[in-house]
T-cell receptor, first 114, second 115 residues
Framework: GEDVEQSLFLSVREGDSSVINCTYTDSSSTYLYWYKQEPGAGLQLLTY?????DMKQDQRLTVLLNKKDKHLSLRIADTQTGDSAIYFC??????????????FGKGTKLSVKP | KAGVTQTPRYLIKTRGQQVTLSCSPI?????VSWYQQTPGQGLQFLFE???????NKGNFPGRFSGRQFSNSRSEMNVSTLELGDSALYLCASSLARMGGQETQYFGPGTRLLVL
């Protein structure tokens, strides 16, 4: 089946690095995404990675993909209080359930303490 | 370029009523997808419209329906509302049909409360 799993909570101190992990099950996934949701807001696309890549870096964000283990991570360097939000991992697979649309994890709530 | 807009932002209805939500995609985007977000179930795909045709549908009852107009704007309708329909409804647009190399951009959502 197609499923995306994330830990629900992560707490870090301002200035530290945050690492949010995600596992997925659909081996046909083409793209994997990270979205950010702040309270009362919609989803903001942070970054994405194509399934034939191992790593993608975009300013403070680093995405690592281990396709063999179906494991995706998002590292935020020098985490700031403004990074406090819920982070969603999503896969876009070609399976029967997703049909090319996004399957989301439940989200990881990141709390950044000053 | 303006982002995805959704109206209304907040809505309160009672059980048994019906509701219509609206979504205007990013200019030039032709695909619109709808998602339901609840604390229990998370984000779930409702349906996708492209060129005024429903292309994909998630696992939701027939009370949930939608349509897309020639200008790519989309509406979704929920009839005979139930308490469990209370959720944040998110609309996302992309240039072309999902399944290719398309990225979805989300609107702020419509928060529906059913009493």
């Amino acid at each position: 089946g197609e499923d995306v799993e994330q830990s629900l909570f992560l707490s870090v101190r301002e200035g530290d690095s945050s690492v949010i992990n995600c596992t997925y099950t659909d081996s046909s996934s083409t793209y994997l995404y990270w979205y950010k949701q702040e309270p009362g807001a919609g989803l903001q696309l942070l970054t994405y990675i194509f399934s034939n890549m191992d790593m993608k870096q975009d300013q403070r964000l680093t995405v690592l993909l281990n396709k063999k283990d179906k494991h995706l991570s998002l590292r935020i360097a020098d985490t700031q209080t403004g990074d406090s939000a819920i982070y969603f991992c999503a896969e876009r697979g070609l399976g029967l359930r997703s049909q090319g649309n996004l399957i989301f994890g439940k989200g990881t709530k990141l709390s950044v303490k000053p | 370029k303006a982002g995805v807009t959704q109206t209304p932002r907040y809505l309160i209805k009672t059980r048994g009523q019906q509701v219509t939500l609206s979504c205007s995609p990013i200019s030039g985007h032709r695909s619109v997808s709808w998602y339901q977000q609840t604390p229990g179930q998370g984000l779930q795909f409702l349906f996708e419209y492209f060129s005024e045709t429903q292309r994909n549908k998630g696992n939701f009852p027939g009370r949930f329906s939608g349509r897309q107009f020639s200008n790519s704007r989309s509406e979704m309708n929920v009839s005979t509302l139930e308490l469990g329909d209370s959720a944040l409804y998110l609309c996302a647009s992309s240039l072309a049909r999902m399944g290719g190399q398309e990225t979805q951009y989300f609107g702020p959502g419509t928060r529906l409360l059913v009493l």
